[in-house]
């Protein structure tokens, strides 16, 4: 599976989601998650994320990341289609530790 990681926070750019053809995102306040049953791994949303947030789990590194895609993926509703980031998105791109920041 691809799972959503830090950089999305506050970024939240949506790109992924128009490409994702079995519409597996979920959203939450700041930034989106993949539902990892759901992800069939064809691996079009990575490039797409102008953030660079979105990561196969094969990666190292990452057991925090699809623990919180996970969870959250049950939790949060379905998004299908893109919407406009945040005005602020390219100030919070590329800043450290969001989610201990401002994850919600
Ligand atoms: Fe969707 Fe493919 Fe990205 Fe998985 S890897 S979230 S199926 S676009
Ligand atoms: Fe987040 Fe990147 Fe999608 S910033 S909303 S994972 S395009």
């Known amino acids: 599976t691809y799972i959503v990681t830090d950089n999305c926070i ?3 750019y949506t790109d992924c989601v ?3 053809p079995v519409d597996c995102f979920y959203e939450g306040e700041n930034m989106l998650v993949i ?3 759901e992800c069939i791994d064809c691996g079009v ?5 102008p953030a660079e947030a979105i990561r196969p789990d094969t990666e ?3 057991d925090k990341w699809l623990e919180i895609n996970t969870k959250y993926a049950s939790i949060w509703p379905n998004l299908s289609e893109r919407r406009d980031p945040p005005a602020d998105a390219k100030a ?3 800043e450290e ?3 201990e920041k401002y994850f919600s």
């Not at 949303?45 to 994320?49: A, I, K, Q, T």
């Open 10 to 12: 506050k970024c939240k």
């Open 18 to 20: 128009e490409v994702c």
């Open 35 to 37: 539902h990892p049953d």
């Open 45 to 49: 949303c990575e490039p797409e994320c």
């Open 60 to 62: 190292s590194g990452l």
């Open 92 to 94: 919070f791109d590329g």
């Open 97 to 99: 530790g969001k989610f």
